[in-house]
């Protein structure tokens, strides 16, 4: 299968967003739930991406932006990762089935440790962390939790805006851009493609954002964290394919179900 060899370091301000708003300000629940967090990721123009993930923590019922209140999920799968494995439907399960107290999750915390770096035309380079990153990437949520329930977030890394190279030092920096999103909170779309000749990437647009992944070697891809509604699907083929890019209208996604696409042939 044919990769992408143009190299697109784009320049972003560190941020992180979060696809999804609370629709009950009532934080104040008794009881507890539990919570598991997956981490998956959107496309890249590079041969690897490697992050150290060290743990993942909460901070529930407290929306003050102090140290305080963090509370370790205790992960148990901790450790390097290709983010560009994690596509296609692939996911790394970081933490599952963790009990937590109910009421309002403010936040959810990546710590990643300094093990970082990106493979470019096979040179392996370090990835420079900002300071921020010692304590963690803070993902606001606001998401209700209610006693009793079960909750799966996705934290969907956006390598593509997360990369950058630093003016002329030729440095390159780790500026995470990281979606989170909860599965009764938003769906899913599934399919697949043929031939899989070539390298392609399934998009779609939510509030001026794309969601996207890569085409796994079977042919499937899977879109994580797809709020209710109705969408254009765009399957974009590596440019030397020569191929144009072929859209799926009226894709309808429900809130905590998967939303299947019919077979695309290119």
């Not at 765009?234 to 144009?244: C, F, G, H, R």
């Given at each position: 299968?044919?990769?992408?060899?143009?190299?697109?370091?784009?320049?972003?301000?560190?941020?992180?967003?979060?696809?999804?708003?609370?629709?009950?300000s009532n934080a104040d629940r008794q009881g507890t739930s539990t919570i598991?967090?997956?981490?998956?990721?959107?496309?890249?123009?590079?041969?690897?991406?490697?992050?150290?993930?060290?743990?993942?923590?909460?901070?529930?019922?407290?929306?003050?932006?102090?140290?305080?209140?963090w509370v370790s999920l205790n992960p148990t799968n901790t450790g390097v990762?290709?983010?560009?494995?994690?596509?296609?439907?692939?996911?790394?399960?970081?933490?599952?089935?963790?009990?937590?107290?109910?009421?309002?999750?403010?936040?959810?915390?990546?710590?990643?440790?300094n093990d970082n770096t990106v493979v470019i035309d096979g040179e392996t380079?370090?990835?420079?962390?900002?300071?921020?990153?010692?304590?963690?990437?803070?993902?606001?949520?606001?998401?209700?939790?209610?006693?009793?329930?079960?909750?799966?977030?996705?934290?969907?890394?956006?390598?593509?805006?997360?990369?950058?190279?630093?003016?002329?030092?030729?440095?390159?920096?780790?500026?995470?851009?990281?979606?989170?999103?909860?599965?009764?909170?938003?769906?899913?779309?599934?399919?697949?493609?043929?031939?899989?000749?070539?390298?392609?990437?399934?998009?779609?647009?939510?509030?001026?954002?794309?969601?996207?992944?890569?085409?796994?070697?079977?042919?499937?891809?899977?879109?994580?964290?797809?709020?209710?509604?109705?969408?254009?699907?765009?399957?974009?083929?590596?440019?030397?394919?020569?191929?144009?890019?072929?859209?799926?209208?009226?894709?309808?996604?429900?809130?905590?179900?998967?939303?299947?696409?019919?077979?695309?042939?290119?």
């Amino acid at each position: 299968m044919a990769t992408f060899k143009k190299i697109s370091l784009v320049a972003v301000a560190f941020s992180l967003f979060f696809l999804f708003n609370c629709n009950d300000s009532n934080a104040d629940r008794q009881g507890t739930s539990t919570i598991s967090v997956k981490l998956v990721d959107g496309p890249g123009d590079f041969d690897n991406v490697y992050v150290e993930v060290v743990d993942v923590m909460v901070k529930v019922n407290d929306d003050t932006d102090d140290e305080n209140g963090w509370v370790s999920l205790n992960p148990t799968n901790t450790g390097v990762y290709d983010l560009l494995d994690l596509t296609g439907g692939v996911s790394v399960l970081l933490a599952e089935g963790v009990e937590i107290p109910s009421g309002m999750l403010n936040q959810i915390r990546l710590v990643l440790g300094n093990d970082n770096t990106v493979v470019i035309d096979g040179e392996t380079f370090p990835l420079n962390t900002p300071s921020a990153q010692q304590s963690g990437l803070k993902v606001q949520v606001n998401q209700v939790l209610e006693p009793g329930f079960n909750y799966n977030f996705t934290l969907d890394f956006n390598v593509e805006e997360s990369i950058v190279i630093a003016g002329t030092s030729g440095n390159i920096n780790l500026t995470p851009v990281i979606y989170a999103s909860a599965e009764a909170a938003t769906g899913t779309i599934e399919g697949s493609i043929t031939p899989i000749d070539w390298q392609v990437v399934a998009s779609v647009m939510v509030d001026g954002e794309e969601v996207a992944s890569y085409v796994d070697e079977t042919g499937n891809y899977v879109l994580y964290g797809i709020p209710q509604g109705t969408y254009t699907l765009t399957l974009t083929p590596d440019p030397a394919s020569a191929l144009e890019p072929v859209t799926v209208e009226n894709v309808e996604v429900t809130n905590g179900q998967v939303t299947s696409v019919e077979l695309v042939t290119f």
